[in-house]
């Protein structure tokens, strides 16, 4: 096989969802360059796919990432650092100026790493089991987080909490997770994947369209501010109250019967 044909990632539908899953357990799902690629293709068919309207990151076995395969992927490194993402995909991190307009749920257990903070602080909502480790321990491999976590982590979390984990490489629980605001749920272990499936799927059900617009309303705001937020806003609005699915929705209130929406 070769590297892109050995499945690292498996994908399946589920009505408007779109799993995504690490499958790389004996590794404890740490990324070597197959899978970082494979997962870009995975994001670039939700981007593009109008029937899936929300991806759900997990991973197979009992951690959800243990961060790089520093041994596979760190000879890959080059003077511009490292092209991960084919013809098709999407940088799943989404620090190369290339954003996903749907959003993005994540489960994770057991072990997670580097890239799995990054990729929960790349997504949306993130639901943890309660045995979560987590670490973002680049600077105890001699290198620095290069997914977004020295954007994001300070902005998402607090300047102080934030170098407090990525300053030091220590690993902290999902207790911690949760108080700073890096996870929205613990759940028992063995139960984040059905908890973050409902969640996704709850996501799944609304208007695509206003889901997009909403998601990339809030993203404007933290990204370029409150002004440029508020100026998007009635054009937003404006294009949304013409769609099918809103009269879909207003008909729906009206008759107190449950919408379904085309994206339409």
């Not at 892109?4 to 404890?28: A, C, D, M, S, Y």
């Not at 889901?211 to 501010?225: D, E, I, K, P, S």
């Amino acid at each position: 096989m070769t590297e892109n044909t050995v499945q690292r990632i498996i994908t399946e539908r589920r009505g408007h969802v779109l799993l995504i899953g690490f499958n790389r357990p004996e590794k404890r799902n740490a990324a070597d360059f197959a899978m970082l690629q494979q997962l870009a293709l995975a994001y670039g068919e939700l981007e593009r796919d109008p029937q899936l309207r929300v991806g759900l990151v997990h991973a197979v076995g009992d951690h959800f990432t243990a961060g790089l395969d520093l041994a596979d992927v760190g000879p890959r490194f080059g003077p511009e650092g490292l092209d991960m993402v084919p013809e098709g995909g999407i940088n799943p991190w989404q620090v190369d100026g290339t954003a996903l307009s749907k959003p993005v749920v994540m489960a994770v257990q057991g072990t997670c790493l580097t890239l799995g903070i990054e990729l929960i602080l790349a997504s949306d909502i993130a639901v943890a089991a309660e045995s979560t480790r987590f670490g973002q321990i680049e600077v105890s491999r001699g290198i620095l987080p290069f997914g977004g976590a020295t954007i994001r982590l300070p902005r998402a979390i607090g300047w102080g909490n934030a170098m407090r984990w990525l300053l030091t490489g220590d690993t902290f629980d999902a207790a911690e997770a949760l108080r700073v605001g890096l996870i929205q749920e613990i759940v028992p272990d063995g139960t984040q994947f059905d908890r973050a499936l409902a969640l996704a799927q709850r996501i799944g059900d609304q208007a695509p369209l206003a889901v997009q617009a909403t998601l990339a309303n809030a993203r404007t705001a933290v990204r370029h501010g409150d002004a440029a937020a508020e100026a998007e806003l009635q054009p937003a609005l404006a294009r949304l109250a013409v769609t099918k699915d809103a009269r879909t929705g207003m008909e729906s209130f009206r008759t107190r019967t449950p919408a379904v929406f085309e994206g339409r």
